[in-house]
């Protein structure tokens, strides 16, 4: 059955895909942090969404998905418009240039981020073979 992105059926297959995935669980073996993906309105969508991920140690332990920022805090935040996200998702947009042009908005330690690339790219190869998957 399909998941669309950004519905709470597709973070949850997301939670899934990320504990199964014995590469993801190497990469991220030393990353401490939750995070969350705010998915922001745009032209082609119509409300914001909010992605919580207890991340820790090359596992996802929690997910949750809310409605507003406000419903949730993490160590990282990153926001973008939905038509961003779904770049990120396609291939068409390399998720550290985004961090770099601001095309991704990060709160939090972007020096951790930084020392950390292989885990944040291993991330969105998890996102991105889910996403492809449905689309």
Known sequence: MPHDFPSQEWLQAFHQKLNSDPQYAQVARNWEGDLCLIIDPDETFDRQVVMYFDLWHGACRKVGYHRSPDEVQARFVINAPYSNWVRILE???????????????????????????????DFTRCARELYQQNN
């Open 91 to 121: 291939g068409e947009l390399h998720p550290i240039q985004a961090l770099a042009t601001m095309k991704l908005k990060l709160r939090g330690n972007m020096a951790y981020i930084m020392r950390n690339v292989p885990t944040v790219l």
